[in-house]
């Protein structure tokens, strides 16, 4: 029964380190955290941030949209996205929480 237990401590922190990759983009010498979150009812809609904003901006929103297509292909099978409030925005139009850039939209099914 321990045998079972420590595999199963392994194997969930193994998970949890290669989890943390996907979630990381570099850009510009620098790494970003994305993350992305959608309701399980309604899978194209989605929220997701990048940061930290004040290192970069651009590599904020590159790591935000990151998630987004991942997710979208993932949840959809297509990269397209109609977005609220998207990457191409300028950068004073930008909605910023916590050091992060927040993108909305919603993928887009083929």
Same mark, same amino acid.
């Given at each position: 029964?321990?045998?079972?237990?420590?595999?199963?401590?392994?194997?969930?922190a193994l998970a949890a380190c290669g989890r943390g990759e996907l979630e990381t983009v570099t850009f510009e010498g620098a790494r970003?955290?994305?993350?992305?979150?959608?309701q399980?009812?309604?899978?194209?809609?989605?929220?997701?941030t990048?940061? !930290?904003?004040?290192?970069s901006?651009?590599?904020?929103?590159?790591?935000a949209r990151y998630q987004v297509?991942?997710?979208?292909?993932?949840y959809l099978g297509s990269s397209d996205v109609a977005w609220v409030n998207g !990457?191409?925005?300028e950068?004073?139009?930008?909605v910023i929480e916590d050091n992060e850039v927040v993108l909305t939209g919603r993928c887009i099914e083929p």
């Amino acid at each position: 029964m321990k045998s079972a237990w420590a595999t199963g401590a392994v194997l969930l922190a193994l998970a949890a380190c290669g989890r943390g990759e996907l979630e990381t983009v570099t850009f510009e010498g620098a790494r970003f955290n994305g993350d992305l979150n959608s309701q399980r009812s309604d899978r194209a809609g989605f929220v997701a941030t990048g940061g !930290p904003a004040s290192v970069s901006l651009e590599g904020s929103k590159q790591a935000a949209r990151y998630q987004v297509v991942q997710h979208c292909i993932a949840y959809l099978g297509s990269s397209d996205v109609a977005w609220v409030n998207g !990457p191409d925005v300028e950068d004073a139009a930008l909605v910023i929480e916590d050091n992060e850039v927040v993108l909305t939209g919603r993928c887009i099914e083929p």
